[in-house]
């Protein structure tokens, strides 16, 4: 079995596979099958034909596994990678405090951080992401951004500020210079990420609203995570103005724009109005009907990441996330990791794991799973969900190979999310100029 450290496939390679079944976002198909691919230059593939097995020699034999797309990680934050696992002490202040004591503040070190975190994706079977490039200190720092524009890694890094009380003026005013001094990009887009409703003023959401609108870029944020988020946006109390005020951020509800009844998600909505559309909402956990409509107008994506949420807690917190209400009303939701700090798989990064937890306790659809992990976050980011799909003839972005439990009655692709094993990766993408990745964002 593959380590999961270097794709099996190189580019140019020609093979003929047979896999147990094949699956994308439309369905399973049961094989066995011979799966004929040729890999692009960038590592990407074309599978050239999909025939029924007639005992054909093959240069590989995978009878037991299901072939999928490669996968896209809409919410993470490679630049933590070194941090590692952590355990949760129990208090979300004091963890936020370790992660801005622990994490790399050089760019020499950020960059090493993200080279190890696109590693870890790879071996997961991620070929784009949504990455954070966090701000260690009073300012935006570019060199996680640099760091993953130039690992052929696909996706988006965005740009994440913070915004509130005594430091909002200089949030803001930092993130339009650095926004406006960036170079082009080549293999991913640059976004802006405002940290959290509870670290972003209105007038900061307001800003990125402009920056997106200004720059074509995606706007990305974390949304409605926990209780005390929730107390702070609508009352202007609790923990999180206790840490603010710690800080010596806090002034006043009414000049930070809380403290009026608004949920978190409200509280968004009213900054970004029109411009928000697209918005790409980390966690979505505590949200109410009204909340969900107001995504929906928004066309916004949820970034569900059920390993982060278990890890902090939140899920008991706030309740049941509301995935399923979610894709009803229209919202593009998928699954993401958040950082390594919260994970459980020290050898890769992937939100197929995420997955797993959530077929595994609440019998999700594999196929709306698989989706989850590959059209859905393909669509938030502004990727062309085309190239996740297993198509013949058509170019893809990459090629797994997932194990399987076999027996368990409900197909293939239902074992896939059973076991804990590493995906096999044949092919990524990796390289390819970002202007070859339509951007078809938008419309759900
Ligand atoms: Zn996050």
């Not at 500020?161 to 082009?184: Q, S, Y």
């Not at 009414?254 to 970004?272: H, K």
């Not at 390819?432 to 419309?443: E, I, K, M, S």
Request: hydrophobic share 45%; net charge negative.
């Amino acid at each position: 079995m593959n380590s999961g450290s270097s794709p099996i496939l190189a580019a140019g390679d020609a093979c003929l596979l047979r896999v147990g079944a094949v699956a994308d976002d439309r369905g399973e198909r049961p094989g066995p099958w011979l799966v004929r691919v040729l890999v692009d230059r960038f590592g990407g593939a074309t599978i050239s034909e999909i025939q029924s097995d007639r005992s054909a020699a093959v240069d590989l034999d995978r009878p037991g596994a299901v072939l999928v797309p490669a996968f896209v990680n809409a919410h993470t934050h490679l630049d933590l990678t070194d941090v590692g696992i952590r355990p949760f002490g129990g208090s979300f202040d004091a963890w936020l405090e370790m992660v801005m004591d622990a994490r790399p503040r050089t760019a020499e070190a950020i960059r090493a951080a993200v080279v190890a975190g696109v590693r870890l994706s790879r071996a997961g079977g991620v070929v784009a992401v949504g990455d954070i490039a966090g701000a260690p200190g009073s300012s935006p720092e570019l060199a996680a951004m640099f760091a993953l524009d130039e690992s052929g890694m696909g996706g988006v890094s965005f740009m994440e500020f913070f915004a509130i009380g005594a430091r909002e003026r200089h949030g803001i005013d930092t993130v339009h210079t650095a926004f406006d001094g960036l170079p082009a990009s080549r293999n991913v887009r640059f976004g802006v990420q405002p940290h959290a409703p509870y670290t972003v003023s209105n007038r900061g959401y307001a800003a990125a609203a402009a920056i997106a609108g200004t720059h074509g870029a995606p706007i990305s944020t974390h949304l409605a995570e926990s209780p005390s988020e929730r107390r702070f946006v609508a009352d202007g109390e609790g923990p999180t103005r206790d840490f603010l005020e710690r800080l010596g951020l806090w002034t006043s509800a009414e000049e930070i724009g809380v403290g009026e009844g608004l949920s978190p998600t409200a509280y968004l909505a009213r900054a970004f109005g029109e411009r928000g559309r697209g918005v790409v909402a980390a966690h979505g956990a505590d949200l109410s009907d009204e909340d969900i409509e107001l995504l929906a107008q928004l066309h916004a994506t949820v970034v569900y990441c059920p390993r982060s949420a278990t890890y902090f807690g939140f899920d008991l917190a706030v309740g049941a996330h509301r995935y399923r209400d979610l894709l009803d009303a229209g919202v593009n939701v998928c699954f993401g990791t958040d950082s390594i700090i919260n994970l459980d798989t020290p050898d890769r990064i992937s939100p197929l794991d995420d997955a797993r937890l959530v077929v595994r306790r609440d019998g999700l659809d594999p196929v709306t799973a698989l989706a989850m992990l590959t059209t859905y976050p393909a669509r938030g980011l502004g990727l062309d969900p085309a190239k996740f799909r297993v198509e013949p003839g058509s170019p893809i972005e990459g090629i797994l190979c997932l194990p399987t439990d076999e027996g368990s009655g409900r197909g293939r692709l239902a074992g896939v999310f059973e076991n804990g094993a590493a995906p096999e990766v044949l092919t990524l993408a990796a390289g390819r100029a970002v202007n070859d990745l339509p951007a078809t964002r938008g419309d759900v």
